[in-house]
C-alpha cells in the first residue's frame, strides 16, 4: 500500500510537472512574441513620427513663399527632427530587409536634407529656386512612399506575430486545463483506488472482529488483501484461529476439570469402596476417551495387589485375572519414580506383560493412589482411542487419584463410625434400661403410692358395707368403693399406656378432621366448666400419622385446658401450615403455668392435680409425638393462660 500511495503520487506530480513545463514553454513564447509585438508596435511609432515630420516638411515646403508658408527656420528644425527619427530607427536591430530600406531611407534623408538646405540657401533665379524646391520635394515623396512601403511590411509582420502569439497563449491555455483536468481525474482515480484499497480490508477486519466478539473464535476472512493488508489480514486470521484452538483447549480443560470437581464431588456421598469404585472408572472415561478404567487396591488378605470390581470396559471374569504380588507391584511404583506411568505402544513395557495383551492394550497409564506417603495401589486406565496418553492426562487422573485416597479414608472413617454406632446405641439402650429400672423403683413407690389412696378407700368402705344393714348407705358405699376403683383402673390403664410400646399404624391423615373429632368429645366437660371455644382451621394438607395416637395428644392436651380454666374462658384450636410441617396450637386462658415447673411437666407422675391427675398425660404425648418424628412446644404465662404447639412433619418418613 505504501509503495503504491508512492507511486500513485510520483505518478500525478510527474504529469503536473510535464503540464506545468509546457505551459510554461507556451508562455515564455508568447511573452517573446509580446516582447517582438511592442518592438513593433514602437517600430511603427516611429515610423509614424518619421512620416509626420516628412509630410510636416513637405506640407512647409510646398506652402513657403505663400501668406500660409512658415518660416525657413521651421522647416530646418523639422529636418532636424526627421534626421533624429531615422537615426532611431536605424539603431534598431533589423532583418537585412529591413536594414536595406532603411539605410535607403536613411540616404534619401540625407538627400532630403541636402535638398532642403540648398533650397533654403539658394537665393538667386527664381527658376533655379523652384527646381530646388521640387527637388527636395521629390525626395521628401520618395521617402513617403519608402516608410509606406515598410509600414505595410512591418504591419504584414505585425499581424503575423499577433496571430503566433494568441495561438501560443490558446495552446498554452489547452495544456493548462488539459494538466489540470487530466490532474484532477488522475488524483480521483488513485484516491478512489487507494480508499477502497483501505477501506475494504479495514471493513473485513471489522467485519471479522465482530465475529469474534460474537463468538465465532476461529473466524477467517477470505479476504486476502495485498501488499502490509495482506500481512495483517493472514496475521488476523492466524490469530483468530490460534483462539479458536486455544479457546477450546481451554474448553477441554474447563470441562475435564469440571468433571474432575463433578467426580470429587461425588465421593463426599460415597461411604462405601464399591461405590467409589464405579464411580472413578466411569467418571475417568466420560473425562478421557478410553476403552478400559478402573482401580488396583491392596488385599491384606491375598498379600497382593487385586483389580476391584465394578470398572469400566472390564467383566468380572477379566478382573479376576489382574492380580500382582505386592512386591512385584512396589517395584514398578519405585522404577517409575513414584511418577504416573505412561506406557504407549510399547507391549513390551508393560507391568502385566502378557495379561495385558490378553486384554488388548494398546497403550496403558497407572495413577499411583498413596495414603500418608503409604503405596494405596493405582487406577488403570488403558487404550486411549483418540491417541497416546499424555502427561496433561496424568496430571488430571494425580489430581483424581488423591481424592480417591481421601474417599477411601473416608469409607473407611464411615464403616467405623458405623460400628461405633452401632455399639453405641447398645450401651445407651443399656443405659436407658438401667435408668429404666432405677426409674421402675421410683414409680413403684410412685404407684403404690396412687393405688394405695383409692385401694385404702376401697377397703374402708367395703369394712363399712359389711357393717351396714341401711341398703341406702350400702348403695353410697359401693358407689364411693366403684369410684375408688375405677380411678385404680385409669392409673394402672395410663401406666400401661406409658410402658407399653405400641407400633404406630401410620395412614393418611386429616389433622383437621382428628381435632374436630376430639372437640366433639369433650363438648360437655367444656360447657359445664363455661368455656368458649374458637377454631381457625388452616388449608393444611393430609399427614402421615397414627390417628387413635395423635387423638390421645390431643385430648390430653385439651383436657389440661380445660382443668387450667375451672373459672371459664376461652379455648382456642387452630391448625396451619409451616415450611414443610403442620402446627396444632391448642391455647388456654386458664391459671398458666409457673416457670419454674414448666421444664417438668412431660416428666412421668408429674401432676398438680393430686389426687385427680396421673401426671402421665403429657408424658405419654410427648412419647406419641416423638415417635411422629415431631415435637411439643409449649409457651405459658401465669395467670394469663397457655398455648400447647404440637408440630409434625407431613410425613414421618422423612429426616425431621
Ligand atoms: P395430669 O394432667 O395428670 O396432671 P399431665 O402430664 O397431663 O398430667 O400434666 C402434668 C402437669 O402439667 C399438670 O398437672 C399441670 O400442672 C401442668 N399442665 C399441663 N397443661 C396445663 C395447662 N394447660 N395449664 C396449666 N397447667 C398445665
Known sequence: MKKKIILSLFFLFLLFTVGAIMTMFYILRVTSRLDTLITLHQVEILRQD???????????????GTSFGKEMDIIVENVATLDNAIQKCSGCHHSPELTTKINAIKDLTEQYKEALSTFITTTAGKERVERLQLVGANIGNVILEKTQEMAFIANQKLNERTIAAIKDVTSSRIILIITLLLCFFIALTIAASLTRGITEPVSELLKATRKIKA?????????????????????????????????????????????????????????????????????????????????????????????????????????????????NFIDIYRSSNRRPLI??????????????????????????????????????????????????????????????????????????????????????????QAAKLAAIGELASNIAHEINNPLTSILGYSELVKEETDITNIMRDIEVIEKESLRARDIVQQLLE????????????????????????????????????????????????????????????????????????????????????????ICDTGKGIPKELLQRIFEPFF??????????????????????????????????????????????????
Open 498 to 585: 406409658f410402658s407399653r410400646k405400641r407400633p404406630l399404624e401410620i395412614k393418611e391423615i386429616n389433622i383437621n378432621d382428628i381435632l374436630s373429632e376430639v372437640l366433639a368429645l369433650v363438648s360437655i366437660p367444656l360447657k359445664d366448666s363455661n368455656i368458649n371455644i374458637s377454631k381457625s382451621y388452616g388449608d393444611i394438607p393430609l399427614i402421615e400419622g397414627d390417628p387413635n395416637q395423635l387423638k390421645q395428644v390431643f385430648l390430653n392436651i385439651i383436657n389440661n385446658a380445660i382443668f387450667a380454666m375451672q373459672g371459664g374462658g376461652t379455648l382456642t384450636a387452630k391448625t396451619r401450615m409451616g415450611r414443610d410441617s403442620v402446627y396444632i396450637e
Open 50 to 64: 518619421l512620416v509626420i515630420n516628412v509630410q510636416t516638411v513637405q506640407s512647409h515646403l510646398y506652402t513657403i
Open 607 to 656: 401432676t398438680t392435680k393430686q389426687e385427680k391427675g396421673t401426671g402421665l398425660g403429657l408424658s405419654i404425648s410427648y412419647k406419641i409425638i416423638q415417635s411422629h418424628k415431631g415435637r411439643i412446644d409449649v409457651e405459658s404465662e401465669e395467670g394469663r393462660g397457655s398455648k400447647f404447639a404440637v408440630v409434625l412433619p407431613v410425613s414421618v418418613r422423612q429426616p425431621f
Open 215 to 327: 463468538g465465532e473464535l476461529g473466524y477467517t476472512t477470505s479476504y486476502r488483501g495485498k501488499d502490509e493488508f495482506k500481512e495483517l489480514l493472514e496475521a488476523f486470521n492466524d490469530m483468530s484461529i490460534t483462539l479458536n484452538e486455544n479457546n477450546k483447549r481451554i474448553m477441554q480443560h474447563l470441562n475435564r476439570l469440571s468433571g474432575l470437581y463433578r467426580i470429587t464431588l461425588s465421593f463426599h456421598a460415597i461411604t462405601n469402596v464399591e461405590d467409589i469404585y464405579k464411580e472413578v472408572s466411569y467418571g475417568i472415561a466420560e473425562l478421557i476417551d478410553i476403552e478400559q478404567c478402573g482401580v488396583i487396591l491392596f488385599d491384606k488378605g491375598e498379600e497382593l495387589f487385586a483389580h476391584r470390581f465394578p470398572a469400566f470396559g472390564l467383566q468380572p471374569e477379566q478382573i479376576a485375572h489382574i492380580k500382582i504380588p505386592q512386591d
Open 343 to 432: 506406557l504407549n505402544d510399547n507391549t513390551a513395557l508393560f507391568p502385566l506383560g502378557e495379561l495385558d495383551k490378553s486384554l488388548n492394550v494398546k497403550n496403558l497409564m497407572l495413577i499411583w493412589i498413596r495414603q500418608k506417603g503409604e503405596l494405596l495401589g493405582a487406577i488403570r486406565v488403558a487404550n486411549k482411542k483418540s491417541g497416546d496418553f499424555t502427561e496433561e492426562d496424568a496430571r488430571i487422573l494425580g489430581i483424581l487419584a488423591n481424592n480417591v485416597s481421601v474417599a477411601f479414608e473416608n469409607a473407611k472413617l464411615y464403616e467405623n463410625l458405623k460400628k461405633q454406632m452401632v455399639e453405641l446405641k447398645e450401651t445407651q439402650e443399656q443405659l436407658v
